[in-house]
Nanobody, 123 residues
Framework: QVQLVDSGGGSVQPGGSLRLSCAAS????????MGWFRQAPGKKREGVAV???????NYADSVKGRFTISKDNAKNTLYLQMDNLKPEDTAMYYC?????????????????WGQGTQVTVSS
């Protein structure tokens, strides 16, 4: 089993920054790949940034150059640094994990999910 606890969301103005954190525990094999996903009201959940077991990363085109995913294995924590935030980044953000090795952006591939943290970008 894997437990994921998301935190770090909030309200910021356009152009601002936030850093999301995901504290992970449980079977490390089942969280070899981890990532961040988001879901806005009325929209499907989408992949934002993912990191595979060997450190490879993959980003949605809409966040490339603005968001950075990283993982601190010693702290069992996944991060998402979000810079130059835009109103269209407003969504509930979720951390997810699974046992496969590769950095996949498809949310349907992930078994374990955090509870989510809200990000609101508005002036």
């Amino acid at each position: 089993q894997v437990q994921l606890v998301d935190s770090g969301g909030g309200s910021v103005q356009p152009g601002g920054s936030l850093r999301l954190s995901c504290a992970a525990s449980g079977n490390s094999y089942n969280r070899r790949s981890m990532g961040w996903f988001r879901q806005a009201p009325g929209k499907k959940r989408e992949g934002v940034a993912v990191i595979g077991s060997e450190g490879s990363t993959n980003y949605a085109d809409s966040v490339k150059g603005r968001f950075t995913i990283s993982k601190d294995n010693a702290k069992n924590t996944l991060y998402l640094q979000m810079d130059n935030l835009k109103p269209e980044d407003t969504a509930m953000y979720y951390c997810a994990a699974d046992s496969f090795r590769f950095a996949l952006l498809d949310p349907s591939r992930y078994k374990y999910w955090g509870q989510g943290t809200q990000v609101t970008v508005s002036s």
